[in-house]
């Protein structure tokens, strides 16, 4: 099995945090986003997890840190910390359904300077997360459809779209035809260079400094040009 160092291909050489969300495909979400990263705020079933098994199977410099697995946020926090210290990259794979929950990702991210903060949106409708779930018997905490439909429903209510106000540097949406029950190397790293390629967030880390700097410039000209029409 081939594995790459993605920190060195797709970071120049930064660490990410990767933040995976689920888009539900309700028609209020539709209207705000037509169908527009993530993922990660995700709905149950929306593929995040295929994905996220893959990435740190072929890119072992990330390390999936998936509360399911791990029992609590709490153990997730941890073990993206610990992660990020040892150098490595981390994908977070838990459902972070609105910015309150995403926000101790960006908060963890910052603990160490220059740490990239990407999103991945599953942008999967509601009614295929339904049918992937009552096909899907093998969820570690979910012991039912019914069961895992409800929390579908719960989900769904709940689930705010992330902006690019909360702080990330890159977003990007998959739409179902672009997600894979199977993840290749390369269509792992195409998905990697689409997220390095990416317009940076207005309000991320990166927009903020780029807008810190347009705010000097036009205070600097403002102030030359009320000296001069002064003199």
């Known amino acids: 099995m081939e594995t790459?160092?993605?920190?060195?291909?797709?970071?120049?050489?930064?660490?990410?945090?990767?933040?995976?969300?689920?888009?539900?495909?309700?028609?209020?979400?539709?209207?705000?986003?037509?169908t527009a990263f993530l993922a990660h705020p995700s709905s149950k079933g929306s593929g995040k997890s295929t994905?996220?098994?893959?990435?740190?199977?072929?890119?072992?410099?990330?390390?999936?840190?998936?509360?399911?697995?791990?029992?609590?946020?709490?153990?997730?926090?941890?073990?993206?910390?610990?992660?990020?210290?040892?150098?490595?990259?981390?994908?977070?794979?838990?459902?972070?359904?609105?910015?309150?929950?995403?926000?101790?990702?960006?908060k963890i991210a910052r603990e160490i300077p220059g740490t990239l903060i990407w999103v991945i949106v599953f942008d999967t409708p509601k009614e295929i997360c339904a049918t992937r779930l009552r096909a899907r018997t093998e969820h570690p905490t979910i012991k039912s459809?019914?069961?895992?439909?409800?929390?579908?429903?719960?989900?769904?209510?709940?689930?705010?779209?992330?902006?690019?106000?909360?702080?990330?540097?890159?977003?990007?949406?998959l739409q179902p035809g672009e997600q894979e029950s199977v993840y290749s190397h390369s269509s792992l790293t195409a998905i990697l260079r689409r997220v390095q390629d990416a317009p940076p967030a207005a309000l991320g880390p990166s927009g903020l400094v780029v807008a810190a700097v347009i705010t000097s410039i036009t205070l600097v000209i403002v102030a030359v040009t009320v000296r001069r029409r002064a003199a």
């Open 145 to 173: 459809p019914e069961v895992a439909l409800s929390i579908l429903d719960r989900f769904s209510s709940q689930y705010r779209a992330p902006s690019e106000s909360e702080g990330y540097d890159r977003i990007i949406y």
């Open 4 to 34: 790459v160092s993605a920190k060195n291909s797709f970071s120049e050489g930064k660490q990410v945090v990767l933040i995976l969300a689920g888009l539900i495909g309700n028609s209020s979400v539709i209207k705000m986003f037509p």
């Open 51 to 106: 994905f996220a098994e893959a990435l740190e199977r072929f890119y072992p410099d990330f390390v999936r840190c998936n509360q399911d697995d791990l029992g609590d946020r709490r153990q997730v926090e941890n073990l993206a910390r610990a992660s990020l210290r040892n150098g490595s990259s981390v994908c977070i794979d838990r459902t972070n359904f609105d910015s309150s929950q995403r926000a101790h990702w960006i």
